[in-house]
């Protein structure tokens, strides 16, 4: 099986700063990617890591540390349609083989105040 | 970025029959996947329905109770059988988002409310 942690809620002001972290156990660690949802809306992917260090995407930013099995996403310049809920999912296997397959963490709720 | 639609959006069954969601993409893709959201909480991966074979599911998921099609590269179904109300949820399927990708594209999603 598998298992990820993910603070539930988390807190912020426009402008700033916000890390979401996420520490996880499972066999077969292939990868750690990062969804948002909007309520009411589908996940949409925002990051990935497979190698450990950081990714960074415009505003998001992700990084990975296989050996701590660890990973966060990092946020900045906050804004207020950034509130979401955030996913962290793990990915199995290698490639041919399970890949796809995703397992998600319970979520952490962004709320993003003026 | 793939294009994902599901039928229907929403429904609301009564307990004992059955509800069959649809998903189509508009490319092909070797691969589909089956989420179950329940509300309020995270996504859980219910099976990998496969194109020429049957479906892989996850542990605590059976064939019986949710039977999936996948007659080509582009389209889905997702039955979800005997309905009960604990089987209210949000399904959804994704496509990977390459070729060999294991990160994700979601469908809008199926809202299901069991009476």
């Known amino acids: 099986g598998q298992s990820l942690e993910q603070p539930s809620e988390v807190t912020a002001v426009e402008g700033a700063i916000v890390q979401i972290n996420c520490t996880y156990q499972?066999?077969?660690?292939?990868?750690l990617s990062w969804y948002q949802q909007h309520d009411g809306g589908a996940p949409t992917f925002l990051s990935y890591n497979a190698l450990d260090g950081l990714e960074e995407t415009g505003r998001f930013s992700s990084f990975l540390s296989r050996s701590d099995s660890y990973g966060y996403l990092l946020l900045q310049e906050l804004q207020m349609k950034d509130s979401a809920s955030y996913f962290c999912a793990v990915s199995r296997g290698g490639r041919g083989s399970t890949l796809g397959r995703l397992y998600f963490g319970r979520g952490t709720q962004l709320t993003v105040w003026p | 970025s793939a294009v994902i639609s599901q039928k229907p959006s929403r429904d609301i069954c009564q307990r004992g029959t059955s509800l069959t969601i649809q998903c189509q993409v508009d490319?092909?893709?070797?691969?589909m996947f089956w989420y179950r959201q329940q509300p309020g909480q995270s996504l859980t991966l219910i099976a990998t329905?496969?194109?020429?074979?049957?479906?892989?599911?996850e542990s605590g998921f059976v064939i019986d109770k949710f039977p999936i099609s996948r007659p080509n590269l582009t389209f889905s179904t997702l039955t979800v059988s005997n309905m009960s109300p604990e089987d209210s949820s949000i399904y959804l399927c994704?496509?990977?988002?390459?070729?060999?990708?294991?990160?994700?594209?979601f469908g809008p999603g199926t809202r299901l409310t069991v009476l």
């Open positions: 490319s092909q893709v070797t691969m």
């Open positions: 994704s496509v990977p988002t390459s070729g060999a990708s294991d990160t994700q594209y």
């Open positions: 329905a496969n194109q020429g074979s049957e479906a892989t599911y």
């Open positions: 499972t066999s077969g660690f292939y990868g």
